[in-house]
T-cell receptor, first 112, second 114 residues
């Protein structure tokens, strides 16, 4: 049972434009959400997170939005840079942090 | 290097053989996780330790899989009687700061079962 879903396997964006990556979840017990970035031959690296008490968290060019009623979160990257080209995973957990559920990833390609 | 390290990085084995992977977490991290990732999928939870105690194990994990963290430091993941379906990337992650939930991943151990 896939509790975290990323329905877009790939996304292509021009350098300087906005990248929007989407993620949906089904378990209403999730109250903490994270985005990870993964380059080939490397492990995932943490990017940004948000708890369910917020609806937005910003860190530089990266902003995560959470819509609890829709069980949906999105990651905005503005402006997109070629170095942002990677696979992005969203993850969800409850505040005990015992188990993290990951989506299947979205491969972002930022074209120069 | 103070990151999470995994060994070996690549392992090719024949079906039926046993394999063991090792993970050395960041030294002050008390939580350690094992995940498995196959092509086109996200990381899938296998098991979780807090210090030396294994607190959760995926129901997807068969009896052929066992993990230990004997002194609350490094961890091993053993797969007995490997099958071709075990071919995957095995990722280890550690964490400490519970208020952020951030996992620090190693580079993974890729298993190929022939």
């Amino acid at each position: 049972d896939q509790q975290v879903k990323q329905n877009s396997p790939s996304l292509s964006v021009q350098e300087g434009r906005i990248s929007i990556l989407n993620c949906d979840y089904t378990n209403s017990m999730f109250d903490y959400f994270l985005w990870y970035k993964k380059y080939p031959a490397e492990g995932p690296t943490f990017l940004i997170s948000i708890s369910s008490i917020k609806d937005k968290n910003e860190d530089g060019r990266f902003t995560v939005f959470l819509n609890k009623s829709a069980k949906h979160l999105s990651l905005h990257i503005v402006p997109s840079q070629p170095g942002d080209s990677a696979v992005y995973f969203c993850a969800a957990t409850s505040m005990g942090f015992n188990k993290f559920y990951f989506g299947s990833g979205t491969k972002l390609n930022v074209k120069p | 290097d103070t990151g999470v390290s995994q060994d070996p990085r690549h392992k090719i084995t024949k079906r039926g053989q046993n394999v063991t992977f090792r993970c050395d977490p960041i030294s002050e991290h008390n939580r350690l996780y094992w995940y498995r990732q196959t092509l086109g999928q996200g990381p899938e939870f296998l098991t979780y330790f807090q210090n030396e105690a294994q607190l959760e194990k995926s129901r997807l994990l068969s009896d052929r899989f066992s993990a230990e963290r004997p002194k609350g430091s490094f961890s091993t993941l053993e797969i007995q009687r490997t099958e071709q379906g075990d071919s995957a990337m095995y990722l280890c992650a550690s964490s400490f700061r519970q208020n952020t939930g951030e996992l620090f991943f190693g580079e993974g151990s890729r298993l190929t079962v022939l």
